[in-house]
């Protein structure tokens, strides 16, 4: 065995189940509300009690359309269903309805923004992944275990519901990228009302695929190293967790000159990211896929026109929309990925838009304010002030207004963050009010300028209790300072200027105002009293 | 009149398919190669006299070998035990009757026929998504066990205890001892 440690890189797909958003079932009349009285939307077709048959809900058929169109996907001409055989408790028929050779879709993809740093709230990626296929599906029952007694509760309520199966290809290479991946499509699928992407409700599962490879690929082949699946995952944060525990459990078992074994992993641990292999070697699943007799093919086609009737253009939707506000708004990942930009109307952008362009700032912004200014703030201002569902125009402050707002505080050198926090909540208690006026009259412009900072920190240096106080600090700034312990030293330093900052209200600027504080006590002359 | 009509109606599906089922050169065909003139032959796609033909089995691939793996994969694929030595013979009996399927060739241009609406062109019919309430009792009425409306399960996919391949492991060794008993007396 070598010495030299191989770099792995993981290499992920995932099967993506969401169950989509109709009254009834894929394949019956059976209500689909969620928590209802045990075995209450329960048909014979259900059931599978003999003399039934199945018949294509509509709706369903419709809601995958648009979630393929809203990905690019390629709608096949004609598209047919199949059994999945396998004996299963809460699968009464012991086949499952699927579409194995003839799916609706396939070959679509998904834009997204990713954070490949979780130290650095600010650094940000983007991907694409590849949508290979897109179905339609049964859901099955549900099975509670009593391991006392040895038996299952049966709860067939969710047997029947329609699901939407999309299969990723292996583009994605960790757990940050996954997560990424599925909260852009949950909020597409919210966006597109076909799904409500709930995954703790179990609305949206996900599975994922994890195999490694070396890192560079090696040269003259594509080959993809033998995969994991991963399931019980029910958060985001547990999905990437998961998916980097089995990439680091793969990449150890390699570089220990062993073999990954192909099997299924439950996850077992939250917080860890670990998961356990459920299945032993000796398993062989043979589905058996065998063409739905009961159900003649397919034509999408000529269910489009409905399909696509309400579709957004892909610039409202929020890969799109994400798209936008990167580029041509510079918002940093944290706000693109706050599922407030996926749910706002699209007012609320339309109104961001006109006051940028009030505000006469230069397009694309680079600065990474504006999302902060707008998603954090303003909206938070309208969530905090005027309730959940409040659009943008609601608060009453006009375009020109909330321009002369980004205006002012866009530009470091005319008011710091905290004096705009403060004026825009004035603002909304007084809608009317222009903010430049309004600076002006309460004197909140940054003070910029040396000598003036100087005198204004003497001021403040000299009022009773701030020198009393703090008179053992000083004590033993200057121990520090002749030990030659700067660190200790610039921590009192740090602590006096928060107490000026806070004193002045944050109307100096804070480089220089830190610059002053330091020279100042270096000298350890008390400046004189102005 | 009515004889015009049915030559000028709309071509169904099944009048695209060749005249008779078998070609002309096969003798076991007693059906004449064309109707008579101005008559259409009724019974398209049923030939006139029985077209049988035995198949010698070398004609057939190589048999499938069905080990005691393949056993114990078919009885947890069908949940049915094979409990007798006698079980694999008639598997592999049944596996060698529908070998025969193997000797038709149709060719790549003709797509496989899932159900006879397909070739019709009928379409896949949709219902309007509109729920209807559901019956809780009748849907219990069959179940052996139930408990506060749930049905009752065995837990998980257990094999059973006394899976089909250890028993015919055993019974092929007791035939094996049976054997040399009776050779050896």
């Given amino acids: 065995m070598s010495g030299l440690k191989r770099l792995w890189q993981g290499v992920i797909g995932l099967e993506v189940h969401a169950q989509i958003s109709s009254a009834s079932k894929l394949f019956s009349a ?12 329960v048909s014979l077709f259900d059931a599978a009690i003999p003399g039934t048959l199945p018949v294509l809900n509509q709706r369903c058929v419709e809601l995958a359309l648009k979630t393929a169109l809203a990905l690019n996907c390629r709608i096949n001409d004609v598209s047919a269903f199949d059994r999945k055989h396998y004996f299963y408790a809460d699968m009464p028929a012991g086949y499952q309805i ?7 879709a396939n070959h679509g993809r998904l834009e997204f923004y990713w954070q490949p740093d979780d130290n650095d709230p600010t650094s940000i990626a983007e991907s694409v992944a590849d949508i290979v296929q897109l179905q339609l599906e049964q859901d099955s029952g549900r099975s509670l275990h009593d391991s006392e007694r040895q038996l299952s509760l049966i709860d067939l309520n969710r047997a029947g519901v329609a699901l939407m199966e999309l299969i ?3 583009t994605l290479t960790c757990g940050a990228e996954a997560a990424g991946f599925v909260r852009e499509l949950v909020d597409l699928l919210r966006c597109l009302g076909a799904c409500t992407g709930s995954l703790a409700e179990g609305a949206l599962r996900v599975d994922a695929n994890v195999s490694c490879r070396p890192a560079p690929p090696a040269a003259g082949g594509s080959g993809l190293g033998v995969r994991t699946e991963i399931k019980n995952i029910n958060s985001l944060a547990a999905l990437a967790r998961a998916i980097d525990f089995e990439v680091a459990r793969q990449a150890a078992v390699l570089d220990a000159g062993g073999e990954v074994i192909n099997e299924t992993r439950a996850l077992a641990d939250d917080a860890t990211g670990r998961s356990v292999s459920m299945r032993d070697k000796e398993r062989v699943q043979d589905y058996r896929f065998m063409p739905e007799p009961n159900l003649p093919p397919l034509f ?4 489009l026109p409905a399909a696509s009737v309400d579709l957004p253009p892909p610039d409202q939707l929020p890969p799109g929309l994400r798209r936008r506000l990167r580029q041509e708004l510079g918002f940093s990942y944290q706000h693109l990925a706050s599922s407030v930009v996926a749910a706002r109307p699209l007012a609320d952008w339309r109104y961001l838009d006109a006051a940028v362009t009030a505000a006469k700032l230069s397009r694309p912004v680079t600065s990474p304010h504006l999302g902060r200014w707008f998603v954090h703030c303003f909206l938070g201002n309208c969530f905090r002030l005027l309730g959940e569902s409040a659009a943008a125009e609601d608060s009453g402050i006009s375009v020109e207004s909330f321009g002369a707002f980004l205006s002012l505080a866009m530009d470091c050198a005319m008011i710091s963050e905290e004096v705009g926090e403060r004026l825009l909540k004035r603002m909304f208690a007084q809608p009317s009010m222009d903010p430049l006026a309004e600076v002006q009259r309460l004197n909140w412009f940054l003070t910029r300028n040396p000598t003036e900072v100087a005198s204004r920190f ?9 020198a009393s106080k703090n008179l053992d600090q000083l004590v033993k700034y200057g121990k520090f300072k002749l030990r030659g312990n700067s660190k200790k030293a610039s921590v009192i330093e740090e602590r006096f200027l928060a107490l000026f900052m806070e004193a002045t209200e944050y109307t100096v600027d804070r480089t220089v105002a830190a610059k002053v504080v330091a020279d100042i006590l270096q000298s350890g002359v008390a400046p004189p009293p102005s | 009149l009515p004889r015009a009509l049915l030559l000028l109606g709309p071509q169904r599906p099944w009048q695209r398919l060749p005249r008779h089922l078998c070609s002309s050169s096969s003798s076991s065909c007693g059906a004449a190669d064309s109707p008579p003139a101005g008559r259409r032959c009724r019974h398209r796609l049923v030939p006139d006299a029985p077209t049988w033909r035995n198949v010698a089995d070398s004609e057939l691939p190589p048999p499938t070998a069905i080990d005691s793996d ?3 994969l078919l009885e947890r694929l069908s949940l049915v035990q094979f409990d007798t030595a006698d079980t ?3 598997v592999a009996e049944a596996v060698r009757f529908a070998d025969e399927l193997r000797l038709v060739h149709a060719g790549p241009e003709v797509e ?4 006879l609406p397909e070739a019709w062109g009928w379409r896949c019919p949709l219902r309007a998504d509109t729920p209807a309430e559901q019956p809780r009792t009748a849907v219990l009425s069959n179940a052996a066990q139930t408990e506060e409306h749930y049905f009752v399960a065995p837990p998980g996919n257990i094999a059973a205890k006394d899976s089909g391949r250890e028993r015919l492991d055993r019974l092929a060794e007791g035939a094996k001892s049976k054997a040399s008993r009776s050779s050896r007396s």
């Fill in chain 1, 168 to 170: 990723t290809g292996p």
């Fill in chain 2, 112 to 115: 496989p026929m899932t159900s």
């Fill in chain 1, 98 to 104: 699927t579409q194995h050779f003839r799916p609706l």
């Fill in chain 1, 30 to 41: 059976s209500p689909t509300a969620f928590n209802m009285p045990v075995n209450t939307q």
């Fill in chain 1, 458 to 466: 003497s001021q403040f240096f000299h009022r009773q209790d701030i």
């Fill in chain 1, 300 to 303: 999408p086609s000529d269910l």
């Fill in chain 2, 70 to 72: 393949t056993i114990a």
């Fill in chain 2, 88 to 90: 694999v013979r008639v």
